[in-house]
């Protein structure tokens, strides 16, 4: 059972890799947008915030940074879980590798949950039109 677990997740891990890859080109697209033309043209001037485009592009490498968190996580699960069932030969330290091995999986899931949600909420972000700031009088 080990065996096929890991190359299921090897299998996960590689997907989840190239899911990051199309996030960056996403990522870099908008910076050659940037460098080849302005992409704040569809803000009115007097409502241009450099400021909040920033944000969410800080906040687009933020929440990669936080996926591969969570990978690195999972994995440190997944090898204590494979040293059990390899190194100690007690029941219950079988026991332990496999909930560890599960816990591996549950935390990469939920990663990638979390990343492709956070993703969402970003693209709609980015894709709606600045808010009418309240004049003051």
Do not use: W
């Not at 080849?36 to 906040?59: C, H, I, K, N, V």
């Not at 560890?100 to 549950?106: E, K, L, Q, R």
């Amino acid at each position: 059972i080990g065996r096929r677990f890991v190359f299921f997740y090897s299998r996960c891990v590689t997907a989840l890799m190239s899911l990051v890859q199309s996030a960056q080109l996403t990522t870099t697209d908008h910076t050659v947008t940037t460098t080849m033309g302005d992409p704040y043209s569809r803000f009115p001037p007097d409502q241009l915030t450099l400021r909040d485009e920033l944000a969410l592009d800080r906040t687009v490498l933020a929440n990669e940074r936080t996926l591969l968190g969570y990978v690195r996580t999972s994995l440190g699960f997944l090898v204590l879980g494979l040293s059990f069932l390899h190194f100690l030969r007690h029941f219950y330290y079988s026991v332990a590798g496999y909930v560890f091995m599960a816990i591996a999986a549950i935390v990469f899931v939920l990663g990638i949950y979390r990343f492709l949600r956070m993703r969402q909420r970003l693209a709609q972000t980015r894709n709606e039109p600045p808010q009418q700031k309240a004049s003051d009088g």
